[in-house]
């Protein structure tokens, strides 16, 4: 499943740090993605771009900023990290047939 | 939004049985429905998917089903194996702004016994 790297791919902050994590695709496809993913909650959606330059909202948006600069990267933002923020993040790339392909993730804890 | 059901939360079988997850979404504009497979530690991946036009899909052992009247689709695995062990899950993807969108279930924790 080559074509998705994350960094880092552990990290641990304190309560109101902030931190960038890093997504870089492979490919030229348009369509990327972040999600967290908790115990017995699955994977929930923070945001999604499905061009460069274009994000939007997924179901978990709050505290959390995206930037999408180019078509390759799209990286995920925490201004002021908070504990309920401790999970497990994934980046995604969808290819033309929308089958995703998900980076290694990134546990984050934040105390 | 769409709203994804996944049960059972775990599955316990004995290796050979065969193991049967279900699946419901509410949106109708929802269209694809891709299976994951996620192994302790490691990352999400896709074992198999079915669209909207299509009302089964094999691919060796396992099998998809979608009943788009009843908005459920479910996932078969037959001949379980040790290694089939993992975290499995549904998700229903609609188009939204140039983008599918999937939304996920919770996810089944498949345990294959020996």
């Known amino acids: 499943n080559a074509g998705v790297t994350q960094t880092p791919k552990f990290q641990v902050l304190k309560t109101g740090q902030s931190m960038t994590l890093q997504c870089a695709q492979d490919m030229n496809h348009n369509s990327m993605y972040w999600y967290r993913q908790d115990p017995g909650m699955g994977l929930r959606l923070i945001y999604y771009?499905?061009?460069?330059?274009?994000?939007d909202k997924g179901e978990v948006p709050n505290g959390y900023n995206v930037s999408r600069l180019n078509k390759r990267e799209f990286s995920l933002r925490l201004e002021s990290a908070a504990p309920s923020q401790t999970s497990v993040y994934f980046c995604?790339?969808?290819?033309?047939?929308?089958?995703?392909?998900f980076g290694s993730g990134t546990q984050l804890s934040v105390l | 939004g769409e709203n994804v059901e996944q049960h059972p939360s775990t599955l316990s079988v004995q290796e050979g049985d065969s193991a049967v997850i279900k699946c419901t979404y509410s949106d109708s504009a929802s269209n694809y429905f891709p299976w994951y497979k996620q192994e302790l530690g490691k990352r999400p991946q896709l074992i198999i998917d079915i669209r909207s036009n299509v009302g089964e899909k094999k691919d060796q052992r396992i099998a998809v089903t979608l009943n788009k009247t009843a908005k459920h689709f479910s996932l078969h695995i037959t001949e379980t194996q040790p290694e089939d062990s993992a975290v499995y899950f549904c998700?229903?993807?609609?188009?939204?702004?140039?983008?599918?969108?999937?939304?996920f279930g919770r996810g089944t924790s498949l345990i294959v016994h020996p």
């Open positions: 998700a229903a993807s609609k188009q939204s702004g140039g983008s599918y969108i999937p939304t």
């Open positions: 995604a790339r969808a290819d033309t047939n929308e089958k995703l392909f």
């Open positions: 771009s499905a061009s460069e330059g274009t994000t």
